[in-house]
T-cell receptor
Framework: NAGVTQTPKFQVLKTGQSMTLQCAQD?????MSWYRQDPGMGLRLIHY???????DQGEVPNGYNVSRSTTEDFPLRLLSAAPSQTSVYFC????????????FGEGSRLTVL | AQKVTQAQTEISVVEKEDVTLDCVYE???????LFWYKQPPSGELVFLIR??????QNEISGRYSWNFQKSTSSFNFTITASQVVDSAVYFC?????????????FGTGTRLLVSP
């Protein structure tokens, strides 16, 4: 009963480095998304997916890349990290378009120096 | 465009006081969903309630209650007899139908501090 699993939970990068935040769910959910949380700004949508092979941009997609090759996994890639990407990242998943519970992962705290 | 406003940045109360967290939203959609989430100091997001725009009935769950008023575009959250464990940041959020609840628009949150 893992739910939504995010790895790593903490990461420190240097400006210009690349990395991938992993998100996996074991509930066969079609819908998945990534949010970032910054102080005083709530959560903002980065990218989302409505199924394997289908992704779309959210409110703040610049600097991030996603792909959805399987139903279970939805990785978030930072190609060239910048200090402005220092944030807490949350992955979420849902079963269907208007049904089920929205599950969030525990979050990944990223610091870019 | 959709927008959620939580005007109260921080609220401090003493244990056993009642407290209401305000949420005002903007949307051009006639059908939508509203949510409340709790984020305790440990950082995870805890689901509290989901309400669709078809249902304007108020809801009560233990010490928690929600007042949904379409006429004023508000979805306020009241904690009765607050406890120290209620200390957290509370987020209100909004999304359209048929999005798998994935395109949430969050408010900036209200930090609630309950002191003994």
């Amino acid at each position: 009963n893992a739910g939504v699993t995010q790895t790593p939970k903490f990461q420190v990068l240097k400006t210009g480095q690349s990395m991938t935040l992993q998100c996996a769910q074991d509930m066969n959910h079609e819908y998945m998304s990534w949010y970032r949380q910054d102080p005083g700004m709530g959560l903002r949508l980065i990218h989302y997916s409505v199924g394997a092979g289908i992704t779309d941009q959210g409110e703040v997609p610049n600097g991030y890349n996603v792909s959805r090759s399987t139903t279970e996994d939805f990785p978030l890639r930072l190609l060239s990290a910048a200090p402005s990407q220092t944030s807490v990242y949350f992955c979420a998943s849902t079963e269907g378009p208007n049904t089920g519970e929205l599950f969030f992962g525990e979050g990944s705290r990223l610091t870019v120096l | 465009a959709q927008k959620v406003t939580q005007a109260q940045t921080e609220i401090s109360v003493v244990e056993k006081e009642d407290v209401t967290l305000d949420c005002v939203y903007e949307t051009r959609d006639t059908t939508y969903y509203l949510f409340w989430y709790k984020q305790p100091p440990s950082g995870e997001l805890v689901f509290l309630i989901r309400r669709n725009s078809f249902d304007e009935q108020n809801e009560i769950s233990g010490r928690y209650s929600w007042n949904f008023q379409k006429s004023t575009s508000s979805f306020n959250f009241t904690i009765t007899a607050s406890q120290v464990v209620d200390s957290a940041v509370y987020f209100c959020a909004l999304t359209r139908l048929n999005t798998g609840f994935q395109k949430l628009v969050f408010g900036t949150g209200t930090r609630l501090l309950v002191s003994p």
